[in-house]
């Protein structure tokens, strides 16, 4: 079913994806489906968005050894996490997830075939549109997907700064392959 989707929404999974990564597993998993965490913007840098693309395999290594349905890491995770940030060039884990959710944003508002930027609330509604619009999605699946995008709408915003779509699109085929697993 991912297969399904990852063309319309990859940025969105992303998105999705990183709001859970920021503060804390918990914080994220625990609040209800239509009250997720408010995201913290801030501006970014070149040398942050370098420093997430270079913990990204270490974060991985982490996060793929949890259990499914981890809602909090234990403190030996939390102190590998935290090491793992702090090796990349990050204060904490928190401040590697606040990183993360900023270019995931970001990139939530790039169209992936053309690269260009439109504020996350359009693209999302693009998306909307083109899955309600796709014929090969079951019933099932599209009801589930814009049951999902629908709740994305309520809580996407846009960009507070414009120079964080400068960098992140300088840096998109890169952030691509790193977090959606393709260079498109």
Same mark, same amino acid.
């Given at each position: ?31 209800? %489906?239509?009250?997720? %965490? ?28 949890? %259990? ?117």
């Amino acid at each position: 079913m991912r297969q399904i989707f990852r063309a319309p929404i990859a940025a969105l999974t992303l998105f999705v994806l990183a709001a859970s990564a920021g503060a804390a597993f918990a914080q994220a998993q625990q609040a209800a %489906p239509q009250d997720p %965490p408010q995201l913290k913007q801030i501006p970014l840098n070149d040398k942050q968005v370098q420093n997430l693309l270079a913990a990204q395999k270490d974060m991985d290594a982490i996060t793929t050894k949890l %259990p499914e349905g981890t809602t909090e890491p234990d403190a030996k995770v939390q102190a590998e996490l935290d090491a793992a940030a702090k090796k990349n060039g990050f204060a904490s884990y928190d401040e590697y997830g606040e990183v993360l959710d900023n270019v995931s944003l970001v990139l939530s508002g790039i169209d992936p075939k053309t690269k260009a930027f439109s504020e996350p609330p359009v693209m999302v509604k693009k998306q909307i549109a083109e899955v309600t619009a796709d014929k090969k999605m079951s019933a099932e699946a599209k009801k589930a997907a814009l049951a999902d995008l629908n709740v994305a709408l309520k809580f996407t915003s846009n960009v507070q700064y414009p120079d964080n779509v400068k960098i992140v699109t300088k840096y998109y085929d890169q952030l691509s392959a790193a977090f959606l697993g393709d260079a498109e």
